[in-house]
């Protein structure tokens, strides 16, 4: 990696959920406070970058993504005051903040969208979200046939009669994209908090902001097969063309302030071609990889995932990022202690079933963390995730807070499982998640046994999780090849995948059922787990020098 590269281009980047990270002032959730009394643990793990879920004011109808005000802290988690504060001392630690940023819809708490209902029908208040008049002879029925990725209609009607769109909960209306005041108010927003040292932002729904102007009902669309290949399809609001434009302006906004500030998109795209589309020179700078995340555990589609991503995005002169978990999916672990794991499409929402091998899972995870610290370019962790936690997949229904779970009507569980605070000390809940005085417990129910997986009880355990990712992020630093750059395929058979990275370092990762011999080596480096003989075994990767 160059060394003048821009630090994105590389960088490792820790994902804290913050209601779920560490609490600081007992009310069983995590707050500022608790990350800024973590940041020694982020240090020495060994991140150059936080991404922090959305920490704004917001009723909490979906944990943040609902925001009611852009520039004020929510009281649950701090003050504004408090963040400034964070990302001073984060940057003491070498550490850069990216927050997250919620531009697809507010909260129906926002004042623009009080101000729209106080207004009634026809009023320029409601030019800022998507209103219209529903169907039928009485207008009894929504506009189009749109859904909300939570479950039931994308539509919700007023007592007035008018409805409004809402691509997720009925708490977050759409804002209308072709209205001025939205795009110079979150120009104004961005501008608010990169001024206060954030680093840059993570793009919540970076692909959901251009509705197609006449709304027109949903295409029908087969998913991709073996025969039918991944193309994409035009869709009245996903991944419009015209999204590019309000993501040139952002760019010109970042670049008024000075360092290397930077946006990542979550945009979930049908092809690798169109999700270059979000990189190029004058758009964002990096956008989430998600194919990497929803490959299956076999070595074919794998390749076939890194080969695409690097090609597309190199093509823009674009990094690639990598992503095995976040606070949306079930975690990797669990993923993969399936026998059976298959890859997955951007409209799906994966639940693998079947018994879980939890042993499994985490070699495999274990395996996966070398693989994606080793590719070239940036990669996220999501918190927990270094700590090898699995998806509680076993919390009981009453403690489901997910809308998915209200919105399914009680059939998708949702992403709770994901997002259980996670396991700092000790031998019983909250498991250092909050203080000893704590006034409340945890906002979600930890699972009994979940001191093993303590970031205590891992820590100097050379054959724990935590002390694998500290030491893949530290060789990853002193490690020229690693980073941004590029990759030589190694010849293999079936089933095993190696590269090179140029200067003397190769990476192999085993997903055959048979011990792999390593090839030519000076020295092994790390590897997932013990090597015998010098034979890989199964769901296990090494990391050494040529
Ligand atoms: C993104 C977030 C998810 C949230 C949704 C609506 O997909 O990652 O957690 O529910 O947007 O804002």
């Not at 969208?113 to 929504?142: C, H, K, N, T, V």
């Not at 040139?248 to 589309?277: I, Y």
């Not at 509680?392 to 059939?411: C, F, I, K, M, Y």
């Amino acid at each position: 990696m160059s060394p003048t590269a821009p630090w994105w281009r590389s960088a490792v980047i820790y994902q804290v959920y913050i209601r779920s990270f560490a609490d600081g002032n007992g009310d069983g959730i995590g707050d500022i406070a608790g990350i800024r009394s973590r940041l020694p643990y982020l240090k020495s793990l060994g991140v150059d970058a936080l991404w922090i879920n959305p920490w704004y004011k917001s009723p909490q109808a979906d944990h943040g993504y609902d925001v009611a005000d852009y520039r004020q802290i929510d009281p649950l988690f701090g003050t504004v005051t408090e963040a400034e504060q964070l990302i001073e001392e984060a940057h003491r630690y070498g550490i850069r903040v990216i927050p997250d940023i919620v531009p697809n819809h507010t909260s129906d708490q926002h004042a623009w969208f009080q101000a729209a209902l106080a207004a009634g029908p026809g009023s320029p208040e409601r030019e800022r979200y998507i209103f219209r008049s529903g169907r039928g002879s009485d207008g009894s029925e929504p506009p189009n046939d749109w859904v909300s990725a939570f479950g039931g209609p994308a539509w919700t009607r007023l007592p007035d009669g008018e409805w409004y769109l809402h691509l997720f909960a009925p708490q977050q209306p759409d804002l209308n994209w072709e209205h001025p005041d939205v795009r110079a108010e979150f120009e104004s927003v961005l501008r608010f908090w990169f001024s206060r040292g954030v680093d840059g932002f993570r793009i919540d729904v970076a692909h959901g902001l251009i509705k197609h102007p006449e709304l027109p009902d949903l295409p029908t669309r087969g998913e991709p097969t073996d025969q039918r290949p991944r193309q994409h399809l035009d869709h009245p609001h996903w991944d419009r063309d015209e999204v590019h434009d309000i993501f040139r302006t952002w760019r010109r906004v970042a670049d008024e302030f000075p360092g290397d500030r930077c946006f990542v998109a979550e945009a979930w795209a049908d092809t690798p071609e169109r999700l270059a589309a979000y990189v190029r020179k004058d758009g964002l700078h990096t956008a989430f990889n998600f194919d990497f995340l929803m490959s299956g555990w076999d070595a074919k589609d794998l390749r076939t995932v890194i080969d695409d991503s690097l090609a597309m995005l190199g093509a823009v002169g674009a990094p690639a990022t990598w992503v095995l978990s976040n606070h949306d999916v079930m975690r990797h672990v669990s993923r993969y202690g399936r026998t059976t794991v298959r890859r997955w499409t951007v409209n799906e929402r994966y639940e693998p079933q079947g018994p879980l091998d939890l042993e499994l899972g985490t070699r495999r995870a274990r395996a996966a963390a070398l693989l994606m610290l080793a590719l070239p370019g940036g990669a996220y962790i999501y918190q927990g995730e270094e700590l090898g936690l699995p998806e509680v997949e076993d919390l009981p229904e009453s403690a489901l807070q997910d809308p998915v779970w209200e919105r399914s009507g009680h059939t998708t569980r949702g992403r709770d499982g994901c997002r259980v605070p996670i396991s700092w000390s000790g031998e019983s809940a909250p498991f250092g998640f909050s203080p000893d005085n704590a006034s409340a417990e945890p906002w979600l129910p930890q699972p009994a046994d979940w001191g093993r997986h303590s970031a205590e009880r891992q820590t100097g355990d050379e054959a724990s999780m935590l002390e694998l990712y500290r030491t893949a992020l530290r060789l990853r630093r002193e490690h020229p090849s690693l980073g941004d750059g590029a990759l030589t395929w190694l010849d293999t058979p079936t089933g095993v995948l190696a590269f090179l990275r140029d200067p003397g370092f190769a990476c192999v990762i085993n997903l055959s059922t048979e011990p792999y011999r390593l090839p030519d080596h000076t020295t092994v480096l790390l590897t997932s787990g013990p090597i015998e003989d010098g034979l890989l075994a199964p769901d296990q990767a090494a990391w050494l020098v040529t």
